[in-house]
């Protein structure tokens, strides 16, 4: 069975300022995917990144980027100059098969 | 850009209903997901669908529940006899191909009463 664990149910930062949420998950495929959804108060899933076990080098979108640790199973978010619109609820999610399970999610906060 | 569409957009059903929680996948889609996130849980993952076909369910997804694909557009959730734990919001997501990422749909918020 496939797992995601998110070990942070809340985290916050200031506006501006970086936050880095963690993710470890555990899967017997040798050919995965790892994501990191978004969901705000509307509860709306939006995906903000993703990875492919195969590739070495780290995703990267705009102010979001991850750092892949594929022998420790961590997939950890980081957001540079983090802005009010990303308050929301993070999940990190990783398939198998067909499937996405996902973590518990943090709870982000942006304080101005 | 595409989106995948649910409606409605929130359902309230007397316990033992049938309700039809209904999608619209993206048009090239191939590949159909239903989710359940009950309120402030995970999301889990419920079906997944792919040539008119169940392709793999979850233990959540007993013979209470099952999906369609009517025409070439529509994917529906069906639940039979609604429960009070079946409310929850139900995500159906899409997918081209298996190497990109699935497209969720903005859900549909289920109230059993």
């Known amino acids: 069975a496939q797992t995601v664990t998110q070990s942070q149910p809340e985290m916050s930062v200031q506006e501006a300022e970086t936050v880095t949420l963690s993710c470890t998950y555990d899967?017997?495929?040798?050919?995965?995917?790892l994501f990191w959804y978004k969901q705000p108060p509307s509860r709306q899933m939006i995906l903000v990144i993703r990875?492919?076990?195969?590739?070495?080098q780290n995703a990267t979108e705009n102010r979001f980027s991850v750092n892949f640790q594929k022998a420790a199973k961590s997939f950890s978010l980081k957001i540079s100059d983090s802005q009010l619109g990303d308050a929301a609820m993070y999940f990190c999610?990783?398939?198998?098969?067909?499937?996405?399970?996902f973590g518990e999610g943090t709870q982000l906060t942006v304080n101005p | 850009e595409p989106e995948v569409t649910q409606t409605p957009s929130h359902q309230v059903t007397q316990m033992g209903q049938e309700v039809i929680l209904r999608c619209v996948p993206i048009?090239?889609?191939?590949?159909f997901y239903w989710y359940r996130q009950i309120l402030g849980q995970k999301v889990e993952f419920l079906v997944s669908?792919?040539?008119?076909?169940?392709?793999?369910k979850s233990e959540i997804f007993d013979d209470q529940f099952s999906v369609e694909r009517p025409d070439g557009s529509n994917f529906t959730l069906k639940i039979r006899s609604t429960k009070l734990e079946d409310s929850a919001m139900y995500f159906c997501?899409?997918?081209?191909?298996?190497?990109?990422?699935?497209?969720f749909g903005d859900g549909t918020r289920l109230s059993i009463l």
């Open positions: 997501a899409s997918r081209r191909d298996l190497y990109q990422p699935q497209h």
């Open positions: 990875q492919e076990a195969y590739k070495q």
């Open positions: 669908f792919y040539n008119n076909e169940i392709s793999e």
């Open positions: 999610a990783c398939t198998s098969g067909s499937r996405l399970t």
């Open positions: 899967t017997s495929e040798s050919d995965y995917y």
């Open positions: 048009s090239n889609h191939l590949y």
